[in-house]
């Protein structure tokens, strides 16, 4: 069974640019099955999408969020990655990373990380 | 981009109890609704896809229905691992979009 999970930093500055990987285990991401993505949770919130990855690199972002951020993947590692620039204390949340059902089309995301809190502050 | 709203915002049930909790979407989304189970420290966990498909391991006594812009996630008789926040999902039409979330308490 396949399992994430999320590494980062934890507490970061404003307007620097935070950095998550998302190791993956029992399964791999060079398969052209899934599709992978970064979702966050603000205190209290619900949860919001940031952006996501196919399997051939084609990358998909939030509107809100697209000016900032970047998903990459890196199959070598097993890994896939988020950056998002420019940071402020609206950035703070719970950030998960995921990978969809196996298929074509519309996926539901069925596997997902613990979570990594991230904290701006100066 | 689509609104999910979901109600209530908070639930109080008893053990054994049959609840049931409705996300309204802006406009339609066919039939792309999921529904994920929320716990502190936890990875979400996937219940229903495609309004709904029970996804593999998730007890029968979770159940989805609905179309277009009206769902439901129903537990048929409560379990003490069940109490948790339950967030619906539209993957139909990007961006993604989640409801706000229901808080599934004990009374």
């Known amino acids: 069974q396949v399992q994430l999970q999320e590494s980062g930093p934890g507490l970061m500055k404003p307007s620097q640019t935070l950095s998550l990987t998302c190791i993956v285990s029992?399964?791999?991401?060079?398969?052209?099955?899934?599709?992978w993505g970064w979702f966050r949770q603000h205190p209290g919130k619900g949860l919001e999408w940031i952006g996501h990855?196919?399997?051939?690199?084609?990358?998909y972002y939030s509107p809100s969020l697209e000016s900032r951020v970047t998903v990459s993947l890196d199959t070598s590692k097993n890994q896939f990655s988020l950056k998002l620039s420019s940071v402020t204390a609206a950035d703070s949340a719970v950030y998960y990373c995921?990978?969809?059902?196996?298929?074509?089309?519309?996926?539901?995301?069925?596997?997902w990380g613990r979570g990594t809190l991230v904290t701006v502050s100066s | 981009d689509i609104q999910m709203t979901q109600s209530p915002s908070t639930l109080s049930a008893s053990v054994g109890d049959r609840v049931t909790i409705t996300c309204r979407a802006s406009q339609t989304i066919d039939i792309y609704l999921a529904w994920y189970q929320l716990k502190p420290g936890k990875a979400p966990k996937l219940l229903i896809y495609r309004a709904s498909a029970l996804e593999s391991g998730v007890p029968s006594r979770f159940s989805g229905s609905g179309s277009g812009t009206e769902f439901t996630l129903t537990i048929s008789s409560l379990q003490p691992d069940d109490f948790a926040t339950y967030s619906c999902q539209q993957y139909n039409i990007s961006p993604i979009t989640f409801g706000q979330g229901t808080r599934l308490e004990i009374k």
């Open positions: 995921a990978r969809t059902h196996r298929g074509g089309g519309l996926l539901p995301f069925d596997s």
């Open positions: 029992g399964g791999s991401t060079r398969s052209s099955a899934y599709n």
């Open positions: 990855i196919y399997y051939s690199g084609s990358t």
